[in-house]
């Protein structure tokens, strides 16, 4: 009996936390550099889900992977998923803005680029490197955190990589199931805190 009353006040718990988390990803907005609006993480998402891919083109690795991001916005955005970047590290003034909405142009990632001066989206998803992805799917209460970590296994040589854990967890979500791996640790460069 003790042990029942345990698991019921540990399952309230974790069902009241995630409501929370739900009802704060809902409240997340940034500046979009690309547009100049003040974008909310509901916006963004299209029917199926959202990727947030943690990014600043000052890190080599972000760079590395240009090309698989553009694959996979190609690949996915048809099929009802919304990707945008984040920046952890830029503030939202004319000159970031400026500077990001140019880096958008010249690397054809066609898709808003947000700025997470505060750093609230960083915290709220716990991200600490650059490149991190998180992948979000529409749940009971609001959004979902259904995927978060690297993009694939090789984050300096394309041709090596082996293992595609967002592409995996993409094609999974698209199939109305969970990834079957949640979290894969990301490499890349770390995220200042200010």
Not at 55 to 79: G, M, W
Not at 86 to 96: D, G, I, L, R
Not at 132 to 137: D, F, P, Q, R, Y
């Amino acid at each position: 009996m003790h042990m029942k009353l345990v698991f019921a006040c540990l399952l309230l718990i974790f069902g009241l936390n995630s409501v929370s988390f739900s009802q704060t990803y809902n409240q997340l907005s940034a500046t979009d550099a690309v547009s100049g609006i003040l974008q909310t993480l509901p916006n963004l998402a299209n029917e199926k889900g959202v990727v947030l891919i943690f990014h600043d083109p000052s890190c080599p690795f972000a760079k590395l992977y240009e090309n698989r991001i553009k694959s996979l916005v190609n690949k996915f955005q048809t099929q009802g998923m919304g990707f945008a970047l984040v920046n952890p590290q830029a503030q939202p003034t004319e000159s970031e803005q400026s500077r990001l909405r140019t880096y958008i142009d010249e690397s054809g990632l066609n898709m808003p680029y947000l700025i997470d001066g505060e750093q609230e989206w960083a915290q709220l998803f716990q991200v600490s490197k650059i490149p991190e992805v998180i992948l979000l799917v529409p749940g009971k209460t609001g959004p979902e955190l259904v995927y978060k970590g690297a993009i694939d296994n090789n984050p300096q040589v394309e041709g090596a990589v082996t293992e595609k854990y967002l592409e995996m967890a993409l094609i999974q979500v698209l199939r109305g199931e969970k990834p079957a791996v949640p979290q894969v640790r990301a490499v890349g460069c770390n995220i200042r805190t200010y």
